[in-house]
């Protein structure tokens, strides 16, 4: 799809009490009728050479972004690294979203989506805005490809920003597009934006209002694995005087899009509370986004907690480029993150074919243990070390050197 015809819209008209934003949901509503909002070269004049919108609409629930980017090297811009969430998604071609809740609070909340759909977000807090507080706030993104275009899809729940009950509010949102193959480019939707961090130069979005949902909750997710089942204990508040019938589910949002992984059908009378636990499982390592809502018997569904939980994978490896000389085994360091009190670990090496050379198991009854490779007879080259317990695995290379004379 090379022409998105419903881009074809007349631009806001910005004024200096700010720009309205539409209340509404992506699915009822629609992006077309959202007009879009251009972006600006940063600290040049003029727009960018590669066009680049963006849209906003909002629920009770959540803030909802989309940016359009023209991009004519869609192949060249993909061929970068994928990286890990949280890593330096911005050395890629990236867009940025910057959000202030104008409360005098200092605080500037930043996402950041990479072209491979990878996150990051960080928050920003003192006048020097110096990046002092480590944060996984719940939210996600979706990237969708055309032949030379791109879009960016950003949810961003109001609790992650603290946010439960709003009356004509205005938050400050500045996006940016940060461009790194050829020809370079960095664009912002705010004209004249010197530092990226200055939110008197952000645009104003109001007047939001945001209801607050009939349940409270209060969750203690325990600590995650993807080996083993995880707890989430959880209660729920009806501030509300009617009784409420529906389901309380837990979902997490991974690489394969979002998925409940627990549901409880409650019905709560007005001002009851209900305590409960959800037994869950995930197979999937890294830092996702996981949130508690409430499905209405009508179908309608407010998010009551949310956050980004780490999944650790129960074995893990300091290091995965190993060196030893020849005539001599080496050693790795492993972090064993399984809830048991011995782990049964093989250490298997292989040349480059595949075929298995060497073979050792052991077992240890400790977390953190050094492990030996056994690379004493192997000749001189490179091999493929694989570590293994149970039906975890890791895999790493190895180079055996020469000895010196």
Not at 320 to 336: M, P, Q, S, W
């Amino acid at each position: 799809m090379k022409n998105i015809l419903f881009f074809l819209v007349s631009l806001f008209t910005f004024i200096a009490g700010g720009v309205d934003i539409l209340k509404g949901t992506p699915g009822e509503t629609g992006w077309d009728k959202v007009a879009p909002m251009k972006f600006f070269r940063w600290k040049e004049a003029g727009e960018p050479p590669m066009e680049t919108r963006a849209q906003f609409m909002y629920d009770d629930n959540q803030l909802y972004i989309r940016i359009f980017c023209t991009e004519p090297n869609i192949s060249e811009a993909r061929s970068k690294p994928v990286l890990k969430r949280d890593g330096n998604v911005w050395e890629n071609d990236c867009v940025e979203i910057f959000v202030d809740l104008c409360d005098n609070s200092s605080r500037i909340y930043q996402f950041v989506c990479d072209i491979h759909n990878v996150n990051a977000e960080l928050v920003w807090n003192d006048p020097a805005f110096a990046n002092r507080i480590t944060w996984n706030g719940y939210w996600h993104s979706k990237v969708t490809y055309f032949d030379t275009a791109f879009f960016v899809d950003a949810v961003i729940p109001w609790r992650t920003l603290g946010i439960t009950s709003a009356s004509g509010r205005k938050i400050a949102i500045n996006l940016n597009r940060y461009r790194t193959i050829h020809p370079w480019g960095r664009y912002v939707l705010a004209e004249k934006t010197e530092k990226l961090l200055d939110s008197s130069k952000f645009f104003r979005f109001g007047p939001i209002n945001v209801s607050a949902p009939a349940l409270e909750a209060k969750v203690s997710p325990a600590a995650a694995a993807i080996s083993g089942t995880n707890v989430v204990d959880w209660e729920l508040k009806n501030v509300s005087n009617q009784p409420l019938t529906g389901e309380v589910q837990l979902i997490a949002v991974t690489s394969g899009g979002s998925r409940i992984l627990a549901g409880k059908k409650i019905s709560i009378n007005g001002n009851g509370i209900i305590r409960n636990s959800f037994e869950y499982i995930m197979n999937e390592v890294g830092t996702f986004p996981v949130k508690l809502s409430f499905v209405s018997a009508d179908g309608k569904a407010a998010d009551l907690w949310a956050d980004s939980i780490v999944f650790n994978s129960p074995l893990e490896c300091a290091q995965h480029y190993l060196t030893a000389v020849k005539g001599e085994d080496c050693e790795i360091f492993v972090r064993n993150y399984l809830p048991v009190k011995k782990c049964d670990i093989s250490v298997e090496i292989s040349d480059l074919s595949g075929k298995k050379i060497e073979v050792l198991k052991q077992s240890r009854q400790s977390s953190e243990f050094f492990l030996t490779v056994p690379c004493k007879k192997l000749p001189d080259g490179r091999y493929t070390v694989t570590v293994k317990c149970g039906e975890f695995r890791e895999k790493l290379k190895l180079l055996i050197v020469p000895a010196l004379l």
